[in-house]
């Protein structure tokens, strides 16, 4: 069979150099909502075009699920051909362990190193000077999304920014409004007080604590005010109880919320409402505060082959990610920013233009995942969720447990 | 339970009671009957709500009848829910289930049925040492083991495929269906054991021929534990197969776990009557047989 | 099949005198238990024992760092909270299902009508897994749309019942759904045994005037113990395990109010990615186990036979 193909292969290389056999690939993901799914079946699409065929792998729930899948289909000695993963620190261990395809060479024949912006992100991808993987998408943390209802509702002006919003909020409590949604999952809790550090610490002590593990600093004055603001907004928070960020969404979305600090994923509901940017709701990009944009999202990894001809068409795969239209095709369905900064988005709608823009300006933060470990970052989680929930715990407290975990991480 | 000791029991084993409405019937039947309730409500609940649209969830309560039935969610549920690219549905896994179903449930009870009878009757030398140690294993967290499962399943060649999935079942079954087996053969009058020995029966004599015929309530009993674990069985599934084999348990999951985008309770809990149907069924049909099961095996002649 | 049955009619013709010999057919069958006990049980756990001397993170690594993994887990509030919560879920499920399941196969047992409804009833939930378990409940605790809101409507204004959305009680909100989901089938254990007693039993105690009660107390769960055994073990095992239920309901919350052990090693080992931290916790809780299950199974199952 196998000299079959080959034979079959050689006689067609003659006629059409990039005609190849068709190899199927394996791809997991954990993207499996309306709008994610509709993303990956852009990659899919543009893959199968070229005569390959994406083997669809999907499992629903992020990492807690799909990370013990990968890892044992790697530990098992038969792994997918491809598989996406968050950026930052997740695969390292697996690069390290040789398991990943080295896509340096697709990578310096295509110049990634000029065409992806913001850069850091493929640096995410780098280990030893040798690029593992392929940044697909931004998702920014960084933004806060505010319900023009509830606040006309109140009768106060939408506010502009954190100073605001806390200005507003007994005047939305009066007017029995939930002033701040929250999602009771860790990661809301821990994102949350992420791009409040942002806000009001600023981006140079966010990254002295969390790049570079400053335990001084995360004792600091500075971040004795975050804590202050993070107590505050835990007592808006009180009366929201919902689970998933997404009906904390759609608490801002019929009013009954002032507002949400949630990443830019939140604005398909807003879409999916039928809702207008400026009109229906605000996003504040930072908190109205400092507008950056935090460079987390996804990238996809390859993991090691024997079959020369799956190797092949992985790099394909890898390259096909990055190309122009794939990117607009898909962070167009996925509501994400590209990875490209080279590419016309006309067709992205107000949030995601500001976020264009402040990417260009380059006021760009890397993201929790890609300076902490996820051992850290589950700590931090565990703390925040416990911090947010439970009034008895003071700021001071909550404070100088941080500190021990910034000091103690790697 | 006081106003049974009043009546001082005098009935349980005799004719039908002929006053239907005693004190103590009405307590009896109304107890069942709050129970009942309690164990009901939420099956309704799934019901009601797998009948309704969504716009009618977002504004009524949960246990309000449907004001306008509608069979969409369960169309969507079976055909059309998305699982990343391919939009099939649950369909897509159900004969994936029904495969590893059947072979994990065979041997997985016929392997436990037959350590159960060799520790009940024919105890050796250290059987019961690993019989502690196997339910020991039972409590055992099922995540611990993911990965040195993988590793032995790997040495064994065979990871990724629909044996070793079924053998995982067949170990992780085994601790709980033994015990149970153990105990059923050792209910069981020993002078029955001792005749067929006396006539001459050797182990696997007895077993199929005396043995077999009268346990099967304890089989019934084994076969619900095995088809509910294997049936809703998600972390194994996903974990030592490959796509082409996922459980319909997958679809479930991405159906009712998909973190992003609006949550679709009807269909969630269409999803979720049509995964748990085949153990219902199964439920509901070995009902009687259970009842009957007991009745020619568990009495004594 | 057909050639074991002629293995077992080829050994009944010979009849070996010597001890060693006579219960091979029960060595033989015995075999894949054997390799499970020592290969599986033992062997896996074994490996995450020495795993959990070590600082692997995402893949398992000899890398020793000696009681590291130990101190830190007992230096953390989230580990000593889910002890706390699996301690009173663990007691009270106990008690529970054994006290609700033997009460109901005892009612089921007065030859009432509709057994076959009622029985059904009580046992389908389950047939559902604890994801969807988690679920309803969660929908129906919900104080927004569920039983808190209906009451409510009912003109009892200031009812309140939000067992998953206060810290103090949550526990216990999982635990109406643990119950709900499990007690039917511990009920029809019981039932067998039940209707494993014979009847001889009742008449006597007829006879002699005894109480129903005392019959039931006295007689009979004494001679059910190896259904309780059964059900005992059912249980706790259940118990030690309990997760999916606690990450659909609540996912630990709020806060970290309903954590539970068997969610902390899988997210350390999963999430938090940092295998020799769930590793530790894992062993912590087979530790207790086999301290607790020790005495008991040797006691059990070790001894000579009951009576």
Redesign the interface.
């Known amino acids: 069979m196998k000299t079959i193909r080959t034979l079959f292969a050689a006689t067609t290389a003659l006629c059409a150099a990039t005609a190849v056999s068709a190899t199927e690939l ?1 791809v997991t ?1 954990w ?7 509709a993303a ?2 852009e990659f ?1 699409k543009a893959f199968n075009a070229t005569g390959h065929t ?12 799909a ?3 990968i ?3 790697i ?4 792994p997918m051909h491809a598989t996406q993963l968050n950026h930052g620190r ?1 695969a ?3 690069v390290e ?1 040789g398991l990943m395809l080295d896509l340096t060479d697709v990578a310096e024949a295509e110049g990634w190193r000029d065409i992806v912006h913001p850069t850091s992100l493929l640096d995410s991808c780098t280990v030893d000077g040798k690029i593992y993987c392929v940044p697909v998408n931004i998702h920014s943390w960084q933004w806060m999304w505010l319900s023009h209802k509830a606040f006309a509702d109140a009768g106060v002006d939408v506010p502009s920014n954190w100073d605001e919003f806390v200005a507003a909020a007994p005047a939305l409590e009066a007017a029995g409004k939930i002033p701040l949604a929250m999602g ?3 990661w809301q809790s821990s994102g949350a007080f992420g791009v409040l550090t942002v806000a009001i610490a600023g981006p140079d002590a966010w990254l002295e604590v969390n790049a570079n593990k400053n335990a001084e600093v995360a004792a600091g004055p500075e971040y004795a005010k975050v804590f202050q603001a993070a107590a505050a907004a835990r007592a808006m928070a009180a009366n929201s ?1 919902v ?5 904390a969404t759609n608490l801002v979305i019929t009013g009954q919320a002032g507002g949400q600090i949630m990443g830019d ?1 939140a604005q ?2 807003f879409q ?1 409402a039928g809702q207008v940017a400026g009109v229906d709701y605000t996003c504040l990009p930072g908190l109205g505060v400092n507008e950056v944009i935090s460079t987390g999202g996804d990238a996809f990894y390859f993991p090691k082959n024997d079959d020369p001809e799956i190797t092949k068409a992985q790099k394909e795969l890898a390259s096909l990610m990055l190309s122009k239209e794939v990117q607009v095709a898909f962070n167009l369905k996925k509501g994400s920013l590209p990875v490209r900064g080279d590419i016309d988005l006309s067709a992205a709608n107000d949030c995601m233009k500001k976020g264009l823009d402040i990417l260009a300006k380059g006021n760009i933060l890397p993201d929790g995942n890609q300076v902490l ?3 850290t ?3 931090i989680e ?1 703390l925040m ?6 009034p008895s715990i003071t700021a001071e407290d909550a404070q100088a447990r941080y500190a021990e975990i910034i000091a103690s991480a790697d | 339970m006081a106003d049974t000791t009043a009546q001082n029991g005098s009935e349980p084993w005799g004719p039908k009671p002929r006053k239907r409405f005693s004190r103590k019937n009405i307590m009896l039947y109304g107890t069942l009957l709050m129970v009942s309730i309690y164990y009901a409500l939420p099956l309704y609940v799934m019901i009601v709500t797998s009948l309704k649209g969504m716009p009618e969830i977002r504004m009524g309560n949960v246990f309000g009848p449907p004001m306008e039935i509608t069979f969409e969610p369960w169309v969507k549920a079976w055909a059309e829910a ?6 099939d549905g649950l369909s897509r896994g159900f004969w994936n289930s029904v495969r590893i179903l059947v072979p994990s449930v065979i041997l997985s009870i016929a392997v436990a049925s037959v350590n159960g009878y060799a520790l009940a009757n024919w105890k050796f030398k250290g059987a019961d040492v690993f019989f502690t140690i196997l339910i020991l294993g039972a409590f055992i967290p099922y ?1 611990v083991m ?2 040195p499962i ?2 032995l ?2 040495e064994l060649g065979l ?2 495929g629909l044996w070793g999935l079924v053998l995982v079942h067949t170990i992780f079954g085994m601790p709980i269906l033994t015990l149970l087996f153990r105990n059923y053969f050792t209910a069981m009058p020993e002078e029955l054991f001792k005749a067929a020995r006396v006539d001459g029966a050797g182990f696997w004599g007895i077993y199929f021929r005396i043995m077999l015929p009268m346990s099967l309530p304890i089989f019934v009993v084994a076969m619900i534990l095995q088809v509910t674990g294997i049936w809703n069985d998600f ?1 194994f599934g ?3 197969t ?2 082409d084999l996922y459980p319909m348990t ?1 679809q479930l ?11 679709e309770y009807n269909v969630n809990m269409a999803a979720t009557l049509l995964t748990g149907l085949v153990p219902l069924v199964i439920y509901f049909a070995s009902g009687k047989l259970f009842v009957r099961g007991i009745a020619a095996g568990a009495v004594k002649g | 099949m057909a050639i074991a049955e002629i293995q077992g009619q080829s050994t009944e013709d010979v009849r070996p005198p010597v001890r060693l010999f006579r219960n091979l057919n029960a060595k033989i069958a015995s075999i894949p238990m054997i390799m499970t006990a020592v290969f599986v049980f033992i062997g896996c756990t074994v490996w995450t024992i020495v795993h959990s001397f070590t600082k692997s ?3 398992p690594k000899l890398d020793f760092v000696g009681l590291d993994q130990y101190e830190r887990l007992w230096g ?3 580990w000593l909270v889910s002890i706390e919560n699996l301690a009173i879920y663990g007691i009270c499920s106990l008690v529970l299902s054994l006290v609700i399941g033997f009460t109901l196969a005892a009612l089921l047992d007065r030859k009432i009508r509709f057994e076959n409804t009622f029985r059904t009833i009580l046992l389908y939930p389950f047939a559902l897994s604890f994801i969807v378990t988690g679920l309803v409940w ?1 929908w129906i605790l919900n ?2 749309f569920g039983i808190q809101s209906v009451v409510r409507g009912w003109g009892w204004e200031s009812f309140t019942f ?1 067992p998953l ?1 206060n ?1 103090d009680i949550v526990i216990f909100g999982i635990l109406i759904a643990g119950i709900w989901q499990g007690s039917g089938f511990i009920m029809v254990v019981m039932l067998a045994g039940l209707r494993g007693i014979d009847e001889e039993i009742w008449k006597a105690a007829r006879v002699d005037g005894i109480p129903t009660w005392k019959t039931y107390i006295f007689v009979v769960i004494p001679m059910m113990r190896p259904v309780f055994v059964t059900a005992l073990v059912l249980i706790t095992s259940g118990i030690v395990k309990v997760y999916d239920l606690v990450v659909a309901q ?8 309903s954590e539970v052990p068997a969610k902390y090693v ?9 295998l020799g ?1 769930g590793f530790a916790a894992s062993t912590m809780m087979l530790l207790s186990v086999v301290i607790i299950l020790i005495p008991w199974a040797y006691l059990e199952f070790g001894g000579k036979k009951r009576g």
């Open positions: 394996e993901h993207w499996t909502s309306g709008g994610e799914a990956v079946a899919a994406w083997k669809d792998g999907a499992i629903a729930g992020s990492g807690g699920v990370r013990p899948i890892i044992s289909r530990l098992g000695g038969d997740q390292e261990e697996l362990a009771q999952q860790p109880n689970q998933d960020w997404n009906q994923w398909g509901e999916v470990s996820a051992d970052t589950g700590q565990d969720v416990e911090f947010w929930n439970d | 998305c699982t990343g690219i391919n939009c995540q993911i990965y993988v590793i399943l790997r990871y990724g972390l996903v974990i030592y490959k796509p997958v999951n991405n159906i009712v776990n998909s973190v992003q985008g609006v949550k | 993170r995402l893949l953390t509030r989230r969660q104080p927004d939000d959305y810290p609540t996912s630990g919350g709020p806060g970290i109010a899988y997210d350390k080992m999963f999430q938090a990615q940092n931290q």
